[in-house]
């Protein structure tokens, strides 16, 4: 089954936008919930979009993207080959092995909850819509 990942929005878009499938190439993961990203995350993703001659498509647990960051804006308005989702995990996981993992809250439990996130989102969101994962510290050449 395949849930609905929603376009991140800014206060200028339109909160309407959705996309009902992630489109085929490289899948990153920003899961700390930060709303911007560091110079070496926007580095790497820079590089994939411009080397790869791939889609990026970056998924984050932030809700929201936070584009008075300098970087991040940069990234969102003048490269056509990122795509930014937000992610609600509960929903994505639905009909999968991992369901219950979600339902029975063990992720909110752990002690190590970012890294378990990143884990848990690599796994399910390759099962579920396939691609390519690359890490946020990799650089594309």
Excluded: W
Excluded at 46 to 72: F, R, Y
Excluded at 109 to 138: C, I, P
């Amino acid at each position: 089954r395949r849930a609905t990942l929603t376009r991140l929005v800014c206060s200028s878009s339109d909160p309407g936008l959705s996309h009902p499938t992630l489109p085929p190439g490289l899948l990153m993961l920003e899961t700390s919930g930060s709303a911007t990203l560091t110079p070496r995350q926007a580095c790497t993703i820079e590089s994939g979009a411009s080397k790869s001659g791939m889609v990026v498509n970056l998924v984050m647990t932030s809700s929201i993207l936070d584009l008075s960051d300098n970087t991040t804006c940069h990234l969102f308005t003048a490269i056509s080959n990122i795509n930014f989702f937000t992610i609600n995990i509960t929903t994505v996981a639905e009909g999968t092995i991992l369901e219950q993992f979600f339902k029975d809250d063990l992720l909110n439990k752990s002690a190590y909850k970012v890294e378990h996130t990143a884990d848990v989102l690599r796994l399910l969101l390759v099962y579920t819509y396939g691609g390519l994962y690359m890490d946020l510290d990799y650089v594309v050449l």
